[in-house]
């Protein structure tokens, strides 16, 4: 298959994007609509030593694309490592296709940090988004948010104000933007999303950004007690594949989760050993509870289970 042309087939679209830095461009987006609608495949090449932003990531996770790495006349998936070859309709596993060499073992705790916190609002006049936003990032990069916008580049400035004001345009329909933070060490890439719900406005934010080296635990130690009075939910994981908002098509191991703040619970009954003790944050109808996952006799994704079972709660995936 030519390297440098992109095509449509009745089972894919398949864009090759030679670029270091592959972000969540106009044309990118609306591609993986008109892939979706059209009940065809995204996949977008690029080259092995090329990184793809997070936004870029999550939406061809929502498109249920894939990304394709080439190294010379070879493919392979993006995140899987998995090798491909060319069926003459898109990029696909093949019986000849060597298996892929074994995931590398990590070290625990290495990567950049992801952040995931869902707030239901009340749907009124008063409501302002990002409150939630800007103390994420805040305690990601030390500083507000640089701007936001409806692809990358963003185009607009911090604002609170404007961000609601856009979002009300665009409402009953759901609006998901781009938010850019920090520099450097500490760059932080998300992605807000604004849905009206049963009970108000649901605003769903995830976050990539710095190590977890680079942040003190103590500070996101507060970010929950922030939150704890208005969030629904709040995870935090570590994923060793990225850093500064950024992934490289090295395989790694998946996100590994850190901590879990769990909101508006009053604590309940246990129906099992309780593999991790929560630390109760706020009172009354505000209560939230907060657990490190990083500790104690469970590893991190079974206690995680174990706390998501215990209040019966939704998580975003």
């Not at 570590?238 to 590994?256: D, F, I, K, W, Y």
């Amino acid at each position: 298959m030519n390297g440098t042309t992109d095509t449509i087939t009745d089972r894919a679209v398949v864009l090759h994007q030679d670029r270091a830095v592959v972000g969540l461009a106009p044309w990118l987006a609306q591609a993986a609509v008109d892939a979706v609608r059209d009940g065809l495949l995204l996949q977008v090449v690029t080259p092995a030593d090329g990184v793809i932003t997070y936004p870029f990531e999550t939406m061809l996770a929502q498109a249920q694309g894939q990304w394709i790495v080439r190294a010379g006349d070879q493919y392979r998936d993006g995140l899987t490592g998995l090798p491909l070859q060319w069926d003459g309709q898109r990029f696909a596993r093949s019986d000849a296709a060597q298996p892929a060499d074994p995931l590398p073992t990590d070290e625990p705790w290495t990567g950049g940090l992801e952040v995931q916190i869902v707030t239901v609002h009340p749907a009124t006049e008063a409501l302002r988004l990002g409150a939630s936003t800007e103390a994420a990032v805040r305690a990601l990069t030390g500083g507000d948010p640089a701007g936001w916008g409806v692809a990358e580049p963003v185009t607009e400035p911090w604002s609170r104000h404007e961000l609601t004001a856009f979002c009300r345009t665009r409402a009953p329909a759901p609006t998901s933007l781009t938010i850019v933070g920090g520099e450097r060490e500490s760059a932080t890439l998300g992605v807000l999303t604004v849905e009206r719900v049963d009970v108000g406005v649901r605003e769903q934010l995830r976050l990539a950004g710095p190590p977890l080296s680079v942040v003190d635990a103590t500070t996101i130690e507060g970010l929950a007690e922030k939150l704890a009075g208005t969030a629904r939910s709040m995870i935090v994981s570590v994923h060793p594949g990225r850093s500064g908002g950024l992934r490289s098509s090295t395989p790694s191991m998946p996100a590994l989760p850190w901590g879990i703040l769990v909101g508006h619970q009053e604590r309940p009954v246990e129906s099992e050993q309780e593999l991790v003790v929560g630390r109760a944050l706020g009172r009354g109808a505000r209560r939230a509870w907060w657990y490190r996952l990083d500790g104690g006799p469970g590893a991190p994704y079974e206690t995680l289970g174990a706390v998501v079972r215990r209040y019966g709660l939704n998580v975003p995936r």
